[in-house]
């Protein structure tokens, strides 16, 4: 059973920055797809960022390009998620997630249903 456990969240001020980790269990991040997505009160659950396991460039959602880059440690069994320039609207739980879809499309790796585990979430709050 992969358990993936997130942190790093906190309260930031506006144009502030936050590294989030994800540490998983098992020798997940090298053999698995590895993802960012973050669920703010109300709305559903948006994709963030991913990497493929077998590496390569990163996929990122539009909201997030240029803020966010997500990295991996093998070694150290970790994902990570830099978050810079953070606005209010990146308020949200954010939720590492692990998977091994195949290449589907344009929306390779951007849905939830393409993973299999998920960690509890950190909370990131950016006030104004």
């Known amino acids: 059973q992969v358990q993936l456990v997130e942190s790093g969240g906190g309260l930031v001020q506006a144009g502030g920055s936050l590294r989030l980790s994800c540490v998983a269990s098992?020798?997940?991040?090298?053999?698995?797809?590895m993802g960012w997505f973050r669920q703010a009160p109300g709305k559903e659950r948006e994709f963030v960022a991913a990497?493929?396991?077998?590496?390569?460039?990163?996929y990122y959602a539009d909201s997030v390009k240029g803020r966010f880059t997500i990295s991996r440690d093998n070694a150290k069994n970790t994902v990570y998620l830099q978050i810079n320039s953070l606005k209010p609207e990146d308020t949200a739980v954010y939720y590492c997630?692990?998977?091994?879809?195949?290449?589907?499309?344009?929306?390779?790796?951007?849905?939830?249903?393409?993973?299999?585990?998920w960690g509890q979430g950190t909370q990131v709050t950016v006030s104004s």
């Open positions: 990497s493929h396991w077998s590496g390569g460039s990163p």
């Open positions: 098992e020798r997940t991040v090298s053999s698995y797809n």
């Open positions: 997630a692990a998977g091994t879809a195949y290449y589907s499309g344009s929306d390779y790796l951007r849905t939830p249903d393409e993973y299999d585990y």
